[in-house]
């Protein structure tokens, strides 16, 4: 057994460095941050390894947007699993609006007046969904009725993407990069909605069925598969369950609130996912019990370090 | 201001006197059952009421089927907004596959040898799904194959419904009583799969986007809403959003153990969807904090105590 | 194994009925109320239990006080180890103050402006611990300074209880009944600091050693022991490592909504209890994860009817 | 209002560029974290002010030691109010004992057959708490019998802390700095036990109200009082309580898992404490909720970086 090694300021400078005192001292949360950055600089720092991330919560909104962008843009991620909220809200950025810092002792009557949505103690005001709206349907106009027949949602958000021309986007950036945004339940958005308004008069039909087969293709063509989670819902199963056809993933950090005893699988710790065939037995793996706008930067900033130093 | 009275378990013999007495000391998460029990009173007990129930997390192999299969039986839900996995978990138990009794505790690289998936301490053998596939192909099969070329989850699942001959089915039950189950994120679970596999070498195209109009036509015809949601995910976000088309919800309960800190829609609470127009500022809401295993058998019994009374 | 059975609420009239279906369903939240009515129906049932009673967070505030003190009336509960705001909380209806029904979003600043202190949604006049000042003064002068010289909380308590003529007063009924109430971390309680406020012009020695020897006493007493520990703090941990004395606890239930990851005795599981000693390895326990205002009554409502059935 | 700003990991090398960037963000928990290092960088760079530390849950044994030994050797912190345990595990720590880097998923049963506690994933062998007893015996036998007839904690401490020669210790650092450790429910510990069966045949009569002295004493001093509370507990309580003594305190930091609404003080937000008069309405406060082995180090490494650059 190893001691538990009390964490020290002093040469503790840079974030890897401190994250590194953490994995020394080995237990409770910050043990588990120091072992999320190890197995995500593993990933990192290995070309074979297919890195999904997997988005759920307000990861967009909540200031996660330019991180997930760039690893994206620098070639750590390869395949984003999402709700289709942190799309919208990508692309709400991304024609100009913004969100804003509010508070979580709101008077909600009262900001349903002045037409802001908050999401906990963020606010945006509702004109930038009308705005959306307007700018989503031309995008639809663009791609040809024959494709519209049958699309799936990475086919569709791949569009999307092309079509913006903030460089600080997710959805451009992947687009720039060929790096697969997934969404089947993106129906359940803001922007499905959408969606399901053009789809009155004009040809839509979403397919998320081909979206299964993208997600499998890229499981099928994977040496190995790391996985970063975030929050749970659907985006983690899918992801996970798409790997029981290579018998789980290799690497995989899960970064959530939630808590196993409930029974939903977004709490579920990845120890259960073994037992479904979603991350080896042989695998590595960590769940963080901890707010994903704390996790995220700390355990990349601290495994980007690691990766540059190497 | 009134009085927080304390709760005398003297003359509370049924769970409807137990609950009434929570109501009326009326603080903390007994206080909140109370209010939660008399809102759903007000919903079943007016017919005007068009009533919505959302289930995310393990509910049906936690125990909750029966309870959810009554409600639809005896006209008290109205319609159901559903991960796939409840669903899928309907059908291997109408097929005749069992949740176990397991552990938390488990080894699950010895489950996985043993071919058994765990659902935090619910166990089921894999065998199941191999059922389940199977069956469910044969289903597909009997849908016409023009219907299959575009249809939706709520189509899907309503076949699927009238195929059961198990009376305790909540797809049966729904079926007979022509209450739709709408589950347009259904793509993520392992029935999802299935349908992926049998769409590779026959036609079977998958639209959510039917599923939303769906919805919004129950939205559109109802005279009044209530809802029931239970555990967050997209289905709360799905049905919420939906009566966005009608100003909001006039009654809603949830039962969650998500927290609004994180800033995720699952826990966030009902007087944020005001600010969404999603609860009508004047409407009647609570949040309840506890395991829905525990909650929504105390809350459902307790207000069919007082329905019955009248 | 045994199979999940699924819960039905018809037949489910009594809170017995229904916590009996929860046990027989047998997983997640209401798996484990059902445990856990069944562990403390073998403590109530068998005359040779010493059942302790641990209270930590906002009970009597919250409305569990005649729960409380009727369970020690009835000679259910034969030893209480709690916070000192518990009975500070007792004390101050006793003298005819009363909590009220209030809200979260209060906005804290107004509140202390009308010397109103808040406890979640509870409010509680500041007038009602000037009151308590002044009664506590009257009854320290009732005991001899020779008392006074080397106290312990339980002594004091006893003192208290023996002054209400509230017939609803935890302090009072465990007086009579003759039931120790034992708070040796009472300094850090509104009528601590009264009591620091007496000793500077007049003898008070609080000793909480002497707290200790009770509580050992009881252990070595003992034949077999039970505890129900509502909501952690130090009175779980000081009751349980009293027990090592004995070689652990035989029954135990904990319902609280700390989780064990932060590492704090508080969440820590009573699987934990067992490496230290305090719970007997063959002895039966359940961790309930619920707001103990919602458990507590329904396992308490729930044992008492088993207990009369018998 | 303020935009949300994407965190941007380019030029976040150091933790305090890093923790910046959040409070930048400004919403969620990584805001939460860079107001709190904001609020903790006023406390430590004002030397007017008098800063309170309080330590409940795992703290020494999860690796925090060093950082609080620290924080005390270098004048930032001048009054320690902490659980009992935490000090007992500094103690062990200092008479050679170490901790151990366990698992969560431990056999319980096993642990104990091997003489090993578990403290979440940590491990400490139970020869540790013999050794202790020895040796704090050896320090109680040095005290003069007169002092021992009433001893505050914070006195008995710093005779401890006398005795100790190990430089890391908190004790030892504390009392070579003359900084004083409070812990009125000292008694609720295992050298609390030690305390007592040392009391059995010689003189030792523990005065917890010396020591409400002692804090109420150093409050009336305080030009203006910061505080950073770890996890809740009765060291949250009663150094803010003590607090109300002078009209609440300046700046106030809490980090903790705890939630508020089960209703329990630990989970309490400081909203809440400005009702009660502990913080003051002007002040500047935060809640962070997150595990405090990942916000302790992060929020303090960042506040050092911050006083060291002025």
Redesign the interface.
């Known amino acids: 057994?190893?001691?538990?090694?009390?964490?020290?300021?002093?040469n503790?400078?840079?974030?890897g460095e401190?994250v590194s005192?953490?994995n020394e001292?080995?237990?409770?949360?910050?043990?588990n941050?120091g072992k999320a950055a190890e197995i995500v600089t593993e990933m990192f720092a290995d070309k074979d390894y297919t890195v999904f991330l997997t988005l759920?919560?307000?990861l967009v909104?909540?200031?996660?947007?330019?991180?997930v962008r760039?690893l994206i843009d620098q070639d750590y991620v390869h395949a984003v699993v999402t709700?289709g909220?942190n799309m919208v809200h990508d692309m709400v950025e991304s024609i100009g609006y913004?969100?804003?810092?509010?508070t979580?002792?709101?008077e909600?009557?009262e900001?349903?007046e002045q037409d802001?949505?908050?999401?906990?103690?963020?606010?945006i005001e509702q004109d930038a969904f009308k705005g959306l709206e307007e700018w989503i349907i031309k995008i639809l106009e663009k791609i040809p009725e024959k494709v519209r027949e049958?699309i799936s949602t990475n086919e569709l958000l791949y569009e999307i993407g092309k079509n913006i021309s903030d460089p600080?986007s997710i959805l451009a950036t992947a687009a720039k990069k060929g790096v697969p945004i997934i969404s089947?339940?993106m129906?359940?958005s803001?922007a499905?909605?959408h969606?399901?308004m053009y789809?009155q008069d004009k040809t839509?039909?979403?397919?998320?069925?081909r979206?299964?087969?993208k997600i499998?293709d890229i499981v099928y063509d994977a040496k190995k598969v790391g996985m970063i989670i975030l929050?749970g819902?659907?985006p983690k199963?899918?992801a996970l369950?798409?790997n029981t056809f290579r018998e789980g993933v290799d690497r995989a950090i899960q970064i959530t609130?939630?808590?196993?005893?409930?029974?939903?699988?977004?709490?579920?710790t990845l120890?259960?996912?073994?037992?479904?065939?979603k991350v080896k037995?042989e695998g590595k793996e960590v769940t963080v019990?901890?707010?994903?706008?704390?996790?995220f930067?700390?355990i990349?900033?601290a495994a980007?370090?690691n990766v540059n130093k190497k």
């Open positions: 057994m190893k001691k538990v090694k009390h964490i020290q300021l002093e503790a400078q840079t974030v401190l005192k953490m001292c080995g237990v409770l949360g910050g043990g941050i759920a919560g307000a909104p909540g200031g996660m947007r330019q991180i760039d709700t909220a913004r969100h804003w810092i509010g979580f002792l709101a909600d009557t900001l349903m802001i949505g908050r999401i906990g103690d963020i606010y049958n600080n089947p339940g129906v359940d803001i499905g909605f969606l399901w789809g839509l039909n979403l397919n998320p069925l979206d299964t087969h499998v929050g819902g659907w199963h899918y369950f798409a609130m939630d808590r196993p005893e409930p029974g939903g699988l977004s709490g579920a120890k259960e996912a073994i037992s479904w065939g037995p019990i901890c707010d994903a706008t704390i996790a930067p700390l990349v900033a980007l370090e």
